[in-house]
């Protein structure tokens, strides 16, 4: 699903975008904007956690400098979601290999949903 990932940018099943993105188990790709550029709150997560996953997986920039708050993680979490946070390059890989790993399995598709932070 992921290809790849470059400072700035990340291509989608072939599809190029260069703001941060949103991308669901489903294969859809939604831009995901936060209030503040390098702080993410539990608003910011609020329409993943709404679309019920079993895991989010955030990728906080090239140098993980985007902060995840314990508000937002706890937001997450008290709802039952796993999470996963790591530098973008990194939390793409993960999602990736939940995502393939799941669809080898018969008949189960985990819903996993990467919040990706694509610069600092």
């Not at 190029?16 to 993410?40: A, M």
């Not at 080898?104 to 932070?117: N, T």
Request: proline letters at 1%.
């Amino acid at each position: 699903m992921i290809q790849e990932y470059r400072f700035g940018s990340i291509t989608i099943d072939g599809r190029i975008y260069n703001y941060d993105v949103e991308v669901r188990w489903t294969g859809e790709v939604l831009t995901w904007q936060r209030k503040e550029s390098h702080i993410i709150e539990a608003g910011d997560v609020e329409r993943a956690v709404k679309a019920n996953p079993e895991i989010i997986v955030i990728g906080t920039g090239a140098s993980g400098v985007a902060m995840v708050t314990k508000e937002a993680q706890e937001f997450i979490k008290e709802k039952g979601i796993e999470l996963i946070i790591d530098k973008t390059e990194e939390a793409t890989k993960t999602f990736n290999i939940i995502n393939e790993e799941s669809e080898e399995e018969e008949g189960v598709k985990r819903k996993i949903i990467g919040l990706f932070h694509l610069t600092c």
